[in-house]
């Protein structure tokens, strides 16, 4: 079992780019979400995915962005970067029984 | 929302047993999760506990709930080097779906 993984694993971007990373989920797992995690803090919720919808949203802007895939596997979207959004982005996957989130390693952020 | 407060830091001599603490605001909580994180890596799901529950012991992990006061705490049995790491409890809120995590407690073992 590969478990949760992410891509690509660091980025460097520029200040108003646009950025897309990518999750596969665990084997079995429908449903992906996605958290932000600030150096020196615990991971935020940005959002939920099922079925390729939106089920759930933490507060962030409308800059932030998803996709699930059939496959399951999903897409975040950053656009208008700004230096706050550097982070380490983690993708969690999981079923509704039993309720567990398996993370991702997570890709490292820069915005410069 | 939720809040999530846990100590920043904790030092142990290895061989001991670690216990690190959380507090949560949200009485709704219906499970309440604790992660691993070491440096540079994603999050690893240690254990959790349904909050009918007291106790959950798990070979060195063992998690107390006193849901009246809201605490949680996991203690770890005969600590090694290797638990040297960030650890986080989350709990879930009532049928929410994501998880609130606190800012961690560095557990730091020395030799």
């Known amino acids: 079992d590969a478990g949760v993984t992410q891509s690509p694993t660091h980025l460097i971007k520029t200040r108003g780019q646009q950025v897309t990373l990518r999750c596969s989920p665990k084997?079995?797992?429908?449903?992906v979400s996605w958290y932000q995690q600030a150096l020196g803090q615990g991971p935020q919720f940005i959002f939920q995915?099922?079925?390729?919808?939106?089920?759930q949203r933490g507060n962030f802007p409308d800059r932030f962005s998803g996709h699930q895939f059939p496959n399951y596997s999903s897409e975040l979207n950053v656009n208008a970067l700004l230096l706050g959004d550097s982070a380490l982005y983690l993708c969690?996957?999981?079923?509704?029984?039993?309720?567990?989130?398996?993370f991702g390693p997570g890709t490292r952020l820069t915005v410069t | 929302g939720e809040d999530v407060e846990q100590s920043l830091f904790l030092s142990v001599r290895e061989g001991d047993s670690s216990v690190i603490n959380c507090t949560y605001t949200?009485?709704?909580?219906?499970?309440l999760y604790w992660y691993k994180q070491e440096p540079g890596a994603g999050l690893q799901l240690l254990t959790y506990?349904?909050?009918?529950?007291d106790m959950k012991q798990d070979q060195r992990l063992t998690v107390l709930l006193n849901k009246k006061d809201k605490h949680l705490s996991l203690r770890i049995a005969d600590t090694q080097t290797g638990d040297s790491a960030i650890y986080f409890c989350?709990?879930?809120?009532?049928?929410?779906?994501?998880?609130?995590f606190g800012s961690g407690t560095q557990l730091t073992v020395l030799p």
């Open positions: 989350a709990p879930r809120r009532g049928s929410a779906r994501q998880l609130t």
């Open positions: 084997s079995g797992h429908d449903t």
């Open positions: 969690a996957s999981s079923t509704d029984s039993p309720y567990e989130q398996y």
């Open positions: 995915y099922y079925e390729e919808e939106e089920r």
């Open positions: 949200d009485s709704s909580s219906t499970y």
């Open positions: 506990i349904f909050s009918n529950m």
